[in-house]
Nanobody
Framework: VQLVESGGDLVQAGGSLRVSCAASGLTVDDYAIGWFRQAPGKEREGVSCLSGSRLRASDDSTYTANSVKGRFTIASDSAKNTVYLQMNTLKPEDTARYYC????????????????WGQGTLVTVSS
């Protein structure tokens, strides 16, 4: 079972980037998948979470941090078994390693009760 992040890059402030979380050995429709980020010297921050489509009848919770609302969008592609984080209007303070993690619900994800997580992808935003 793996979650593999990709798509991190160096981008100028105001630019856009999409990072991906590809799952193998688990189906994204059966989990809540969310993105965290951690900048050097800072605590891990939950960015956004989305309940899998098969969970939404019982748990339609989602989460988006106030710091990225209106700029970041989370979405899933069942056919590709992948969850994306579209990041627009990037700011230097968005610079961090971005990780995806799988939990049974977004509530559990937000509390750090992860079933699986990846190694992260580095996003650097230059001013």
């Amino acid at each position: 079972v793996q979650l593999v992040e990709s798509g991190g890059d160096l981008v100028q402030a105001g630019g856009s980037l999409r990072v991906s979380c590809a799952a193998s050995g688990l189906t994204v429709d059966d989990y809540a998948i969310g993105w965290f980020r951690q900048a050097p010297g800072k605590e891990r921050e939950g960015v956004s979470c989305l309940s899998g489509s098969r969970l939404r009848a019982s748990d339609d919770s989602t989460y988006t941090a106030n710091s990225v609302k209106g700029r970041f969008t989370i979405a899933s592609d069942s056919a590709k078994n992948t969850v994306y984080l579209q990041m627009n209007t990037l700011k230097p303070e968005d610079t961090a390693r971005y990780y995806c993690g799988a939990a049974w619900t977004c509530s559990l994800w937000s509390q750090g009760y992860l079933e699986r997580w990846g190694q992260g992808t580095l996003v650097t935003v230059s001013s």
